[in-house]
């Protein structure tokens, strides 16, 4: 796009600041002090020469560029040097200015170190010289060898120093030679703001008549108030290094501002760097002063604008505590903006000898549309040429050069053919655009061009600096400079233009290739190609069905995938999609359990059913059998009872494992094994109520369980199948077939016939007597009511049932109501009973022809000879008045323990040994009675000991066998009398398990109850008497049942007492 805007006259510089940022007396201190004075030799030499030959005298320098200085609040980029003792800023003062200070002169401020009329001293070869220096952060001005006017040979020097960093100011004086007694041309010393207003603008010195010097000089009553200068009485001059000081009331901040043209939209931005913030906190950035556009910020860049171009925009940067400080960097209106390739008829002016005062033309020209980058490859951009048509009445005045957007600068013209070239007018003013001056890369040499025929200067020339030399992106805002070199002459801008040429794509100039231009990229996948603006040739992508795959070589181009790829039809019932040869999209049912609902609708996609549907979990002691929320068929246990498995192992516990499986059925409730070696393992197994297993213990090693065995139990703690030190006398399985059931009843052998492995099949064995057996005594068929007798092998085989009923005496009399409880060992003729087999025997009631549960299990083994030397041990039937099978006793007094007698036996030995104390003592008596007390070796207070006894039937010749163990706790007086207990009279039985208890819970079940109602006191004791349980309950009924919580009790041995009635029972339990 060509900007359409016609150029319009804008000032593009700063202007003078308002009054407001130059009251020099609120904005400075003043100090004077003594010091020393060093002279400059370098920088820029004004006037003078190094051998002191040329004069100087009224002369005033062009502007000169200096580093920001920030003098009264506003940042100066440049100063005026005077011959007379005097810079300023703004503009410059006419030579014959003498009074810096209070003229009428319009520069925006002035620093005086001598203002008065000064020229160079008149001797030659001598140091007098003006010049300026940058020295670290000073910025220092310099008079040396010069004198007042007419002072003969009066010879001195001075200097004005400015700080960059600090904004102070230091007039610095030398040593005085030759000074002359004239009292005329007497020096004005000070600041000096935008007018002579005193005392707002004018901060400056005074030496009068008085007793005052320069060294001790005083504040001006003026703004014309003179330094006394002369020898003549009384006489008033500097020394060397006297110095003046001029410090900022504040630390002012030091930024910069420059102005961001934009032709295009007609507008401008200026752009304010704050570089310092002085010794303010943070500072304000306001356009128009006054109007914050920025508040409290620190360094950094800041834009302010855009404005549009020919409204003058003052910016200032506000010091937050000190307004005194503020920094005013004056104000914008913009720049000239000129059409590119318009024609005007009065163009924008150009300044009359502006060039050494910096007093140019700027002119805009807006580019836009072209490459981002200058350069001779396609897709850039080229400046070919420059057309110019300038009217001007001397055209070797001017000086013209053309800068970028980027800000590099080429010169294009500088005062051609010559400075003395009078001729007006560059290119023909009268035929614009077709009579230009082109100036272009290989044109003919600009001194060849016309002198001085007026619009003769047309044509192609090569500029002063090659065009090629621009690069970077020529899209922006170009500015033409044109400057005047001399005075007298002037003239304006009519027309400019500056000729692009693109390399297309190709490489050609101005070919047709250009960016957004059809092309072929090559690529069959893709459709509309054309030049980016990178000179690339891009097509689009033609894909329909957006599968990544293109058109051109999609096998099915309308419908995302390939043919025989994956796809989704839409059916959640299908899986393996696939598109077919007509790109249609098609799976396959998926029903993975059959069950006629698709796996992605179906809650259990494995399983045939749903969720909550019923089904059949296999298990025949489960009812409402259901699918689960985890898709398995799971039903909900009948009712059953914790039973008990206890096996020990032999040395190859590895090789044992067991099962418990459906009598009925091959279903298996519980397994386990294998197991270590020589331990006893305890498993729990739940059996559910009225239904009946068989138990299998198996070896894989088809040796049994040699010095091991099993033992099933109830949820009472009831022997069910005891095959306990008998399982060597198996090979692979011991089973019993027959199996069991989940009740047991009550009935069962006495125990003075429980657990009896010395019968011979001449004795009889003896149950317990059931009421409903007893009643039926006498009443209708006595063939229909009795006891029947289960003998069996625990490891399988032998199986004998025989039946004792009313009817018959079986060999008993009297005749009665527990007649049928006795049954001869011999009377069984059909499958007599083996002889040295160790059986399991278990009786149930048989009541009008209806058979009870079998009863707990007794081992029994039926000998074929007698024993030569009956086996004895402590009397272990509670009903015994001498019951001494785990009792607590007390030594040292009458307290006894008992053991079964013998027949014919005249001595027994009783053993008491405690393998953990290394205790072993053998005492004999001549009666199944021991008292306990003896001197040798006593029983300690507190012990438990193994008892074990022997009988003798020779008087202590030799003995029998010990018999098997009983435990004996010592618990002397006075804590043991509090637990003696009376013998109990009755038929009852206390049974605890299990003996020891690991888990803390011990199940205690009382048998053989009388009275219809009880009162049950349960008391449980450790080995010092102290009392750790106690639970008092009512119970009506013939068994009581209840589990003990001995959990927090520490390891050791325990008495339960169980008191019924008035009766006592107790057992010792062992807790690990």
């Not at 500029?463 to 033409?480: H, M």
Request: aromatic content about 8%.
């Amino acid at each position: 796009m060509i900007l359409a805007l016609l150029w319009a006259f804008f000032v593009g510089t700063l202007l003078a600041p308002a009054d407001l940022a130059g009251q020099v007396s609120t904005a400075y201190g003043f100090t004077q002090s003594s010091g020393s004075y060093s002279a400059i030799t370098g920088g820029t030499l004004l006037w003078g020469d190094a051998l002191g030959l040329t004069n100087f005298d009224d002369e005033v320098s062009s502007a000169q560029t200096i580093p920001t200085f920030n003098f009264a609040g506003t940042a100066q980029t440049s100063m005026y040097v005077s011959v007379n003792g005097f810079i300023t800023f703004g503009s410059a003062p006419s030579g014959t200015n003498y009074a810096p200070l209070s003229s009428t002169e319009t520069y925006s401020g002035a620093i005086a170190a001598f203002g008065t009329d000064v020229r160079s001293r008149s001797s030659s070869f001598v140091s007098k010289d003006v010049r300026w220096q940058t020295v670290g952060n000073e910025i220092v001005v310099q008079w040396r060898g010069v004198r007042r006017y007419n002072a003969g040979s009066e010879n001195w020097s001075c200097q004005v120093r400015m700080n960059t960093s600090t904004s102070e100011v230091k007039l610095v004086y030398s040593s005085v030679s030759n000074l002359n007694s004239s009292t005329a041309d007497q020096p004005e010393v000070g600041l000096r703001g935008p007018n002579n207003n005193f005392a707002l603008n004018v901060l400056n010195r005074r030496v009068g008549t008085g007793s005052e010097n320069w060294a001790t000089s005083l504040s001006g009553t003026a703004n014309n108030s003179k330094m006394r200068f002369t020898s003549n009485s009384p006489s008033k001059s500097f020394t060397n290094g006297l110095t003046y000081t001029f410090a900022p009331s504040c630390i002012t901040p030091a930024a910069t501002a420059t102005l961001i043209p934009d032709c295009i939209n007609d507008q401008f931005s200026i752009q304010v760097q704050v570089t310092a913030l002085g010794d303010a906190p943070s500072v304000n950035i306001s356009s128009p002063p006054g109007s914050v556009v920025h508040a409290q910020v620190g360094l950094g860049t800041y834009m302010v604008g855009p404005f549009p171009n020919g409204s003058p925009q003052g910016v200032v940067v506000e010091h937050t505590v000190n307004g005194a400080c503020d920094l005013d960097l004056g104000q914008y209106s913009g720049v000239n903006c000129f059409s590119n390739g318009a024609c005007v008829v009065s163009g924008p002016a150009i300044p009359d000898n502006g060039c050494a005062g910096n007093n140019v033309l700027d002119v805009g020209i807006a580019m836009n549309g072209l490459p981002t980058t200058l350069g001779a490859s396609p897709g850039q951009a080229v400046l070919q040429s420059v057309d110019l048509i300038i009217a001007h009445t001397y055209r070797g005045d001017l000086r013209i050069s053309l800068i970028s957007p980027q800000g590099q600068a080429r010169d294009l013209v500088l005062q051609r053919p010559s400075s003395s070239a009078g001729g007006n007018n560059l290119g023909n003013v009268n035929n614009c655009p077709n009579a230009p001056l082109t100036l272009i890369d290989g044109g003919a040499s600009l001194s060849t061009m016309n002198a001085g025929t007026t619009n003769a200067a047309i044509g192609q020339f090569a500029p002063e600096q090659s065009l090629a030399g621009f690069t970077g992106d020529p899209n922006g805002v170009w500015t033409l400079r044109i400057c005047d070199n001399a005075a007298l002459d002037v003239g304006d801008l009519r027309h400019v233009k500056l000729n692009f040429q693109v390399i297309d794509c190709l490489g050609v100039p101005d070919g047709a290739a250009l960016p957004g231009s059809a092309c072929d990229d090559g690529d069959a996948c893709t459709v509309g190609d054309v030049f980016d603006p990178n000179c690339n040739c891009v097509g689009t992508v033609q894909d329909s069905d957006n599968d990544g795959i293109c058109d051109a070589t999609d096998s099915c181009p309308f419908v995302p995938g390939q043919i025989g790829g994956p796809c989704d039809d839409g059916d959640a019932c299908t899986e393996g999609d696939l598109l077919d040869v007509n790109c249609n999209c098609a799976g396959t049912y998926q029903d993975s359990d059959n069950d006629g609902i698709c796996d992605a609708t179906d809650s259990c996609p494995n399983t045939p059913g749903q969720i909550g549907d019923a089904c059949d979990d296999g298990d025949p002691f489960t009812s409402n059998d259901a699918i689960d929320a985890g898709c398995v068929c799971t039903g909900i246990p009948v009712p059953c009872a914790n039973w008990m498995l206890d096996i020990t192992t032999d040395g190859a516990g590895s090789e044992t494992t067991w099962q418990i499986q459906d009598a009925n059925g091959p279903f298996v409730l519980a397994s386990g094994g294998p197991y270590g070696n020589n331990n006893t393992f305890h498993e729990s197994v739940c059996i559910p109520e009225g239904n009946c297993f068989k138990l299998t213990v198996l070896d894989s090693g088809n040796d049994g369980i040699s010095g091991g065995g099993y033992v099933l139990r109830n949820q009472n703690g009831d022997r069910v199948i005891d095959n306990s030190g008998n399982g060597g006398l198996f090979t692979a399985a011991s089973t019993l077939v027959q199996g069991f059931c989940a009740s047991t009843g009550p009935v069962k052998l006495t125990l003075v016939n429980c657990d009896r492995e010395d019968f011979l099949i001449t004795e009889s064995v003896e149950c317990t007597s059931d009421p409903a057996v007893s009643a039926e005594w006498g009443t209708g068929s006595q063939t229909d009511d009795g006891y029947q007798f289960w003998f069996f092998d625990p490891n399988g085989g032998y199986s004998r049932r025989i039946l004792r009923d009313h009817a018959s005496s079986g060999g008993f009399g009297p005749p009665g109501p527990t007649r049928a409880c006795r049954l001869h060992l011999g009377s069984m003729v059909t499958l007599p009973l083996p002889l040295d087999v160790l059986l399991n025997v278990r009786v149930r009631p048989l009541v009008n022809g209806v058979y009870g549960d079998w009863g707990p299990a007794c081992r029994m083994r039926v000998l074929s000879v007698a024993p030569t030397c009956p086996l004895t041990k402590l009397v272990d039937d509670p009903t015994n008045p001498n019951f001494s099978c785990g009792v607590v006793r007390a030594f040292g007094g009458s307290d006894k323990v008992y053991c079964r007698p013998v027949s014919g036996a005249n001595r027994y030995k009783f053993r008491f040994e405690n393998v953990g104390e290394g205790y072993l003592r053998n005492i004999t008596s001549t009666n199944p009675g021991l008292v306990l007390n003896w001197v040798t070796l006593p029983l300690e207070n507190g012990g438990n000991y193994d008892v074990t006894v022997a009988a003798s039937l020779d008087n202590g010749a030799t003995y029998c066998p010990f018999g098997s163990t009983c435990v004996v706790t010592i618990q002397d007086p006075p804590g043991a009398q509090a637990f003696r207990v009376d013998p109990v009279h009755d038929a009852s039985e206390l049974l605890l398990w299990p003996n020891p208890v690991r888990d803390g819970l011990v199940n205690l079940r009382l048998e053989g109850l009388i009275d219809p109602e009880q009162r049950i006191t349960i008391d449980v004791h450790d080995m010092l008497g102290k009392r750790t349980a106690h639970l008092e309950t009512d119970h009506a009924g013939g068994s009581f049942s209840t589990t003990l919580d001995l959990g927090g009790s520490p390891s050791g041995i325990y008495l339960v007492l169980v008191t019924t009635n008035g009766q006592v029972l107790q057992q010792r339990v062992n807790v690990e």
